[in-house]
């Protein structure tokens, strides 16, 4: 019923620029918080930035000064604008979003997820 599709992952030089994307589509009356979240050995997943729907921002610690993510909530999407990546930013990145669906509760979904590779 509700679908996170993401897209803009791929191959980049360390220095390089990603703009990764996420649209939240379906039966859908409302988004809380959004973001993005990567891969993690022990917890699964890790937050590398979310933004609520007044647009207030936390990011990852690793992240903060070079991504930066924004939301468009007309669209029901996301951005992470990802500068100055290095190869330890190297994982899978997955959408999260907290909807409202049509059952009127919120709910957690999750995208596939996209592959980013930094090389060296």
């Known amino acids: 019923q509700v679908q996170l599709t993401e897209s803009g992952g791929g191959f980049v030089q360390a220095g390089g620029s990603l703009r990764l994307s996420c649209a939240a589509s379906?039966?859908?009356?409302?988004?809380?918080?959004m973001g993005w979240f990567r891969q993690a050995p022990v917890t699964g997943r890790d937050l590398v930035a979310t933004?609520?729907?007044?647009?207030?921002?936390n990011y990852a610690d690793s992240v903060k000064g070079r991504f930066t993510i924004t939301r468009d909530n007309a669209k029901n999407t996301i951005l992470l604008q990802m500068n100055s990546l290095k190869p330890e930013d190297t994982h899978v990145y997955y959408c999260?979003?907290?909807?409202?669906?049509?059952?009127?509760?919120?709910?957690?979904?999750w995208g596939q997820g996209t592959q980013v590779t930094v090389s060296s």
């Open positions: 999260y979003a907290n909807v409202k669906d049509y059952t009127s509760r919120w709910r957690d979904y």
């Open positions: 379906g039966t859908i009356f409302g988004i809380n918080d």
């Open positions: 933004i609520e729907h007044d647009g207030t921002t």
